[in-house]
């Protein structure tokens, strides 16, 4: 089923479709089959990194057969041309008690593996029974440091990408498929 709105003049911008919209959908159920059968019977505590997970979190979440807490942290980017390198921090504290949950930690996408192994040092800390991790999106080829996520929606190439919740700049998150954003569109980078 293809849905009848994300603009479609944001395709306009769009270089090469990597997954289309029926695809990502296919894929969530085999996912949530995944995990509903790694933590069958027990409660899991969901955290978002948002902005990026958003769309992926609220399509995946319908997809569990649990009982489910929902949480969202914000990351600082350590991409920000602004300021110097530094390690990302989660800048919007959560909410829930995680100490002795099993928390599954989401982002959207894998890229060099600093933020998502920076927020799992993070959480480590605050003991939760068991801590994993799912991307919707896994750029195999770009880790910076040794970090693997244990749920994957989709391996892609190296290539900046949008849609599905990823933005350039804040936009395209609302469009239904992912593709490549075109080249000439993708200076200067400001990703977020
Ligand atoms: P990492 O820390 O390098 O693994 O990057 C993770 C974050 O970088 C993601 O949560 C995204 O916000 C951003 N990112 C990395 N690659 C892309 C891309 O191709 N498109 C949009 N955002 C990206
Ligand atoms: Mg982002």
């Known amino acids: 089923m293809q849905s009848n709105n994300g603009a ?11 997954v289309d919209e029926a695809t990502i959908k296919a894929r969530l159920r085999k996912l949530g089959d995944e995990i509903n059968a790694a933590y069958r019977g027990r409660e899991l505590t969901v955290i978002a990194i ?9 399509d995946l979440i319908r997809e ?3 009982a489910i807490q ?21 800048i919007d504290r959560i909410r829930l008690d995680v100490e002795d949950v099993d928390v599954l930690l989401i982002d959207d996408i894998l890229d060099t593996g600093k933020t998502l192994s920076r927020v799992c040092e993070i959480f480590r800390k605050m003991r939760p029974a068991s801590l994993r991790t799912c991307v919707l999106l896994d750029k195999q080829t770009t880790r910076a440091v040794d970090f693997e996520a244990d749920f994957v929606g989709f391996q892609i190439p190296d290539e900046f990408v949008v849609g599905y919740g990823l933005d350039f700049a804040e936009r395209y998150r609302q469009l239904p498929c992912i593709g490549i954003l075109k ?4 200076n200067p980078p400001e990703w977020s």
Do not use: K, W
């Open 50 to 58: 948002i902005n990026g997970a958003i769309i992926f979190v609220a």
């Open 8 to 18: 479609p003049h944001l395709l306009e911008d769009i270089d090469t479709i990597l």
């Open 70 to 90: 929902l949480d969202c942290i914000r990351v600082s980017s350590y991409r920000d041309e602004m300021r110097p390198v530094q390690e990302p921090e989660i």
């Open 64 to 66: 569990l057969d649990l």
């Open 183 to 186: 080249p000439e569109l993708q």
